[in-house]
């Protein structure tokens, strides 16, 4: 199952509310996770099964969608946020994951 | 806290075998619904997904390696290990272990601890 991410790239500021997408090329049902790796870091878990936020990651994330689009969003960037976020699904196997979206400053 | 740490070299030379060990701590291998992971990530791109291993020795693998990669566990010493023969340079990556949390109630499958990750190069 292909993960497709967009966009690949996208700047944005301080307090902005984005909205990033994944699209899979086939039902995946709700198994999908979205993670956000900073540079030189292992990627954070931020969202599992679609919709649940991951204890500890700040309310500011929220992830929706089933079937095959699915949106993690971010209500109001912080700095610590700008990095490159990926969503994978785990609805057959192999996993995969999408090709990534770097969010900029 | 559950930690994971890769350990192995990080250069072999081409047609030899990459071999990498993660050691669980914090938590038992054997214990819950968790399974345990490969994913690797080439200098400047995306994550690759490479298998899966759970405590009893039960794998999955992406298929373009198949032909390549042995994972295996260690329950004793609480931890799991990867093998992947014949590399070359499109091997070269940062190779992370990570657990996967299963939850078929939520529908939830993902991977919410990581090691830091250890680079591997493919160099004669």
């Known amino acids: 199952i292909q993960m497709t991410q967009s966009p690949s790239s996208v700047s944005a500021s301080v307090g902005d509310r984005v909205t990033l997408t994944c699209q899979a090329s086939q039902g995946v049902g709700k198994w999908v996770a979205w993670y956000q790796q900073r540079p030189g870091k292992a990627p954070d878990l931020l969202i599992h099964g679609a919709s649940s936020l991951q204890t500890g990651v700040p309310s500011r994330f929220s992830g929706s969608g089933s079937g095959t689009e699915f949106t993690l969003t971010i209500s109001s960037l912080h700095p610590e946020d700008f990095a490159t976020y990926y969503c994978?699904?785990?609805?057959?196997?192999?996993?995969?994951f999408g090709q990534g979206t770097r969010l900029e400053i | 806290q559950v930690q994971l740490q890769e350990s192995g070299p990080g250069l072999v030379k081409p047609s030899e075998t990459l071999s990498l060990t993660c050691t669980v701590s914090?938590?038992?291998?054997?214990?819950?619904?968790?399974?345990w992971s490969w994913v690797r990530q080439p200098a400047g791109k995306g994550l690759e997904w490479i298998g899966r291993i759970d405590f009893s020795g039960s794998t999955n693998y992406v298929p373009s390696l198949r032909s390549r990669l042995t994972l295996s566990v260690d329950t004793s010493k609480n931890q799991f290990s990867l093998k992947l023969d014949s590399v070359t340079a499109a091997d070269t990556a940062v190779y992370y272990c990570?657990?996967?949390?299963?939850?078929?109630?939520?529908?939830?499958?993902?991977?919410?601890?990581w090691g830091q990750g250890t680079m591997v190069s493919v160099s004669s």
């Open positions: 914090g938590a038992s291998i054997s214990s819950g619904t968790f399974y």
């Open positions: 990570a657990r996967a949390d299963y939850d078929i109630l939520t529908g939830s499958y993902a991977f919410d601890v």
């Open positions: 994978q699904q785990a609805n057959s196997f192999p996993i995969t």
